[in-house]
């Protein structure tokens, strides 16, 4: 009985629940009932500057957020066990918030979310537009490019800012990237009393002396003459810079279609060359990942320079393979997927990135040479997969005729570890 008791008083008590109210910019008066009284019961209230100023008369304790949040969050939250804690989220802490970051850390069983309406929420409300088929994206932690894979003539997007600065940027990027006739318009404090929405084209705004606290709005009009750039794999060897080392557009489609990817999968992308396979694969979906290993600092720096242009900077670029395989293994999980166009005669190759693909993951390897052919053919024969071999032709002119010129002749071995 004694055990039994000394066991009981042993078991550590369940932690206090962390309450995530959503505030908007119009702060305590736009509360509801039920958010004003867990900011008011609280022991502590944590937020940004700007939000615990707006609450701080009805408050025990305030804390302002450090910079930067993530490697201090469990610290601060942790230091105020036994302690009602409430943290102020700018609207829906859920979307694109600081809720997300704590349900992550803290397990979403010890949350309580009051949420308020988003910022995108409240701008379709102002343009009357169609929320379920508003594409949202957000710059508060990107630079403005990677608004790129979401442009498209006639579509509607709201992007989360990150700052005064953000709108000017946007403007730029459209206007170099075929749509600067794009109207814009920045909808500044919304929900608050000094909201204020103002509007422009991109190639003939600057958006100056804009309120921190902004969303952008995009109706995107694509320039007749401009290059039309979409998520399908495949893109125009053009739109690469660099010394032209590159999987080429029709083998990069059947690439792409072999190593099949899927929203939220990391690809690991050998001989990165001019970063086609890696830059494609992530733009398919906004969650896919990418890591490419390329021996040449100039072709890195032409990788990053392409991930960037095609609104792609989260592209992870290393250095050659298989020596840094090592490096990457410790920072991440398993890749879903290994694609080997450069480097396939190097020294245990294809066996180290067998080794390192997950379970039921894919393996991709282009060859032009006959030792490289040899070698997946040996592949297939001790992994199993499949062969094919393809050659495309591109008419060019001849003279004042048209003639087929053969491309080289690829062979593609494909198989999924079991």
């Not at 039920?34 to 008011?40: L, M, Q």
């Not at 003459?225 to 999987?247: C, E, F, K, N």
């Amino acid at each position: 009985m004694a055990l039994a008791q000394n066991a009981a008083l042993m078991v550590a008590p369940e932690p206090t629940p962390i309450v995530v109210v959503g505030i908007g910019a119009d702060g305590w008066d736009g509360l509801s009932l039920g958010s004003r009284t867990a900011v008011e019961q609280a022991d502590v209230v944590f937020g940004s500057a700007r939000q615990v100023a707006g609450v701080r008369e009805h408050c025990t304790e305030t804390r302002t957020w450090p910079s930067p949040l993530v490697p201090n969050l469990r610290p601060m939250i942790d230091a105020c066990a036994g302690s009602r804690v409430c943290v102020l989220a700018s609207g829906d802490p859920m979307f694109h918030g600081i809720g997300v970051t704590l349900a992550r850390e803290f397990g979403a069983e010890r949350l309580r979310v009051h949420p308020a309406p988003s910022s995108v929420s409240l701008a379709c409300a102002r343009l009357g537009w169609a929320l379920h088929h508003t594409t949202t994206v957000s710059l508060v932690n990107s630079p403005a490019e990677t608004v790129l894979p979401e442009l498209a003539d006639g579509r509607r997007i709201l992007v989360l800012s990150r700052g005064s600065s953000t709108p000017g940027e946007i403007a730029v990027v459209l206007s170099a990237n075929g749509f600067g006739a794009s109207e814009m318009t920045v909808l500044e404090q919304l929900g608050g009393p000094a909201e204020r929405i103002v509007g422009g084209i991109a190639r003939e705004s600057t958006f100056e002396s804009v309120d921190p606290l902004n969303v952008v709005a995009l109706l995107c009009v694509r320039d007749p003459d401009a290059a039309r750039h979409t998520r399908i794999p495949g893109l125009a060897d053009s739109a690469y810079t660099g010394d032209g080392q590159m999987t080429k557009r029709e083998v990069r489609a059947l690439t792409l279609s072999a190593l099949a990817p899927g929203p939220g999968e990391l690809l690991w992308d050998i001989g990165g060359g001019s970063g086609t396979i890696a830059i494609e694969w992530m733009r398919t979906d906004e969650s896919c990942r990418a890591v490419t290993f390329e021996s040449s600092q100039a072709r890195r720096e032409q990788i990053e320079t392409n991930a960037l242009h095609l609104g792609v900077p989260g592209l992870v670029v290393y250095g050659g393979a298989p020596e840094s395989f090592a490096v990457v293994a410790d920072a991440d999980a398993a890749p879903d997927a290994v694609f080997i166009g450069g480097g396939l005669t190097g020294t245990d190759m294809l066996e180290a990135c067998w080794a390192a693909v997950r379970t039921g993951g894919r393996v991709v390897a282009n060859s032009v040479t006959a030792e490289s052919d040899s070698l997946l053919l040996t592949a297939a024969a001790k992994y199993g997969g499949e062969l094919r071999r393809f050659q495309i032709y591109r008419g060019e002119p001849l003279g004042a005729f048209t003639t087929w010129r053969p491309q080289l002749p690829v062979t593609q071995w494909s198989a999924t570890k079991r």
